[in-house]
Nanobody, 124 residues
Framework: QVQVVESGGGLVQAGGSLRLSCAAS????????MGWFRQAPWKEREFVAA????????RYVDSVKGRFSISRDNAKNTVYLQMNSLKAEDTAVYYC?????????????????WGQGTQVTVSS
């Protein structure tokens, strides 16, 4: 049974920072792409960032480039999303996910397992 568990969400003022963590278990962690997606109220779930199994390839949605950074620690089976210069439009439930697709191309419908989500609220 694969489990993906996020933590680190919360309420922050615009311009602030948060770091999300995601612990995965139940499958060999290293080979798999890990990603972060988000869903704001009344919107579809969207891709945010992805990282390859080795950590050498990362990809971001344009709206977070230069502000967010994805990383992973394979020894701890954990992936992180460092979010800086947060904006009100970053407010959403953030989901961690694992996929066999490439980090260069992974999209929402290629996710194998989802976490339960963690709320990030940015006040303006």
């Amino acid at each position: 049974q694969v489990q993906v568990v996020e933590s680190g969400g919360g309420l922050v003022q615009a311009g602030g920072s948060l770091r999300l963590s995601c612990a995965a278990s139940g499958r060999t962690f290293r080979p798999y792409t890990m990603g972060w997606f988000r869903q704001a109220p009344w919107k579809e779930r969207e891709f945010v960032a992805a990282i390859s199994g080795s950590g050498s390839i990362t990809r971001y949605v344009d709206s977070v480039k230069g502000r967010f950074s994805i990383s992973r620690d394979n020894a701890k089976n954990t992936v992180y999303l460092q979010m800086n210069s947060l904006k009100a439009e970053d407010t959403a439930v953030y989901y961690c996910a694992t996929s066999t697709s490439s980090a260069r191309t992974v999209v929402t419908n290629e996710v194998d397992y989802w976490g339960q989500g963690t709320q990030v609220t940015v006040s303006s």
